[in-house]
């Protein structure tokens, strides 16, 4: 049993039980020209957390965890995007428009890869998601019973929207979740600090937090 010392007190999990949980690490969000920067972002903060992301990945794998990537994507026919989404951000740099780096958000576009220091390696679950969520659409519910996971850490962008969706649905199905707090960023500094409070509040009413420094010191 690996045991964290995390807000808002110890978390404790088996590693062959345990994922590692990456969301939407991809250009579309951290790239100058996709879908970020087209809501008028910086997307310079971001980028910044690479590294960190990077050193976590390699934690995961070394540790043996089950790794999983998720990408914030949609069919090139919009099918799987519903118009109160599609209408986000301004005419011409919305869902499915072309933009530098291809068609923005769509699956298979340059835009929607995961940055390449990232890339997933064979075997990792990549999972293509059209909500914020990554169980909406998606079948990793199922997925993630199958292969016994219990306890899911996340990291990836954004803290406040994709990261923390996904971690209130995780606890929801009965998923133990815990946030790397320097493996997350926002475009708003102000909600990134905002999410990780609200997660560690009542007791850790959806998870909890770490650092990636305390989550190395558990596995000495
Ligand atoms: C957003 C995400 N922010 N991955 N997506 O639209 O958080």
Sequence with gaps: MIQVDARPGAYRFEPATTALVVIDMQRDFLDPGGFGAALGNDVAPLRAIVPVVADLLALARHQSLTVIH????????LSDCPPA????????LRIGDPGPMGRILIRGEPGNQIVPELAPLDGEWVIDKPGKGMFYATGLDRRLRDAGIETLLF??????????????????????????????????????????????????????????????????
Aim: glycine residues 10%.
């Design 70 to 77: 998720t990408r914030e994507s949609h069919a090139p026919d």
């Design 85 to 92: 989404k599609h209408q986000q951000g301004k005419p011409g």
């Design 155 to 220: 990291a990836g962008v954004t803290t406040e929207v994709c990261v923390q969706t996904s971690m209130r649905e995780a606890c929801d199905r009965g998923f133990r979740g815990l946030l790397i707090e320097d493996a997350t960023e926002s475009y708003f500094p102000d909600f990134k600090r905002a999410t990780l409070e609200m997660v560690v509040a009542q007791g850790g009413i959806v998870g909890q937090v770490a650092g990636l420094a305390a989550l190395r010191a558990a596995f000495r």
